[in-house]
Structures are given as structure tokens and as C-alpha cells.
């Protein structure tokens, strides 16, 4: 069994920084992709920043030049930096990881307010 465990959520004031973290633990032979989601109050949940086993990246538009997603391979651990955040950047980050025959696990979620 998988398991994610997020962290590094908080209270920060607009234009401030954090780093979130995304844990991955138990049997885990191949980490295909893990992928940072996030889900507003009254909206839907969007994905936004994911990282393949290859490097891949890709970010939603509302992130791009703000935001950047690494891994440390050897802690099957991906982070998401996140700078100049925005009020609209608030909301519950969760992450998702794609391992082994492609099977998906979530994490519980860190909750990142943004106000001042």
C-alpha cells in the first residue's frame, strides 16, 4: 500500500513564499509522474503543476513563472515552490502520484491561505 502524505501549507501574505512537500511511502518500484492538484471553495479542482519520471513539467497558465515543481528521487518526495502568491492562490494543495502498472494515490491534502 501507498501512501502520500502533503505538507508545508500555512498562512502567508500575498507575495510570500512556500514550499510544499509530497511524501510517497510504502512499496513503490516506479514513480511515473506526480501531480500537485489544488481545489478553491466553490470550484473546481485544478491541476497544477506535474512532474514525470522523465522530467516532464507542465503547469496551469495561473502558475507559470511562479510556481516550480522538483522531486528527490531517493525520498520519492516532490515539492512544489510556490512564489508570489496571490489571494487566488488559496485553497486546499493536494498531491497525486501515478506509480508502478499506473496506479493512482492521493494525498489528504495541505491547506495554503493567501491574505493579508
Known amino acids: 500500500q501507498v501512501q502520500l502524505v502533503e505538507s508545508g501549507g500555512g498562512l502567508v501574505q500575498p507575495e510570500g513564499s512556500l514550499r510544499l512537500s509530497c511524501a510517497a511511502s510504502g512499496t513503490i518500484f516506479t514513480v511515473n509522474a506526480m501531480t500537485w492538484y489544488r481545489r478553491a471553495p466553490g470550484k473546481q479542482r485544478e491541476l497544477v503543476a506535474t512532474l514525470t519520471s522523465r522530467g516532464t513539467t507542465n503547469y496551469a497558465d495561473s502558475v507559470k513563472g511562479r510556481f516550480t515543481i522538483s522531486r528527490d528521487n531517493a525520498k520519492n518526495t516532490v515539492y512544489l515552490q510556490m512564489n508570489s502568491l496571490k489571494p487566488e492562490d488559496t485553497a486546499l494543495y493536494y498531491c497525486?502520484?501515478?506509480?508502478?502498472?499506473?496506479?493512482?494515490?492521493w494525498g489528504q491534502g495541505t491547506q495554503v491561505t493567501v491574505s493579508s
Open positions: 497525486n502520484a501515478d506509480i508502478d502498472n499506473h496506479k493512482l494515490y
